[in-house]
């Protein structure tokens, strides 16, 4: 059983910084990928940011060089650095991670609960 448990939204004003947190506990072997993906009201979820295991990260172009995605390997977690916020970047924020719980496992989707990010003007 593997969960992930996002912390660190709310509400901030428009050109404020907010920083995102998710940890996965459970029975892991390795975190192939994390990555963030976010969903506004009526639109469909998108990618925010990905970062695979040992390779640079990815990021949206809406949020390139305001964001930044890092890991800490050992505790399993990886963070979202925002910064320079707009009210467009106001969604629901979801932490993904593609897990394999036993060397011989495949890799396995696994979603948080999300946390509320709300930018205001």
């Known amino acids: 059983q593997v969960q992930l448990v996002e912390s660190g939204g709310g509400l901030v004003q428009a050109g404020g910084s907010l920083r995102l947190s998710c940890s996965a506990s459970?029975?892991?072997?390795?975190?192939?990928?994390m990555g963030w993906y976010r969903q506004a009201p009526g639109k469909q979820r998108e990618l925010v940011a990905v970062i695979p295991s040992g390779h640079s990260a990815n990021y949206a172009d809406s949020v390139k060089g305001r964001f930044t995605i890092s890991r800490d390997n050992a505790k399993n977690t990886v963070f979202l650095q925002m910064n320079s916020l707009k009210p467009e970047d106001t969604a629901v924020y979801y932490c993904n991670a593609q897990i394999r719980t036993y060397s011989y496992s495949s890799s396995r989707n696994y979603w948080g609960q999300g946390t509320q990010v709300t930018v205001s003007s």
């Open positions: 459970g029975t892991i072997f390795n975190i192939d990928v």
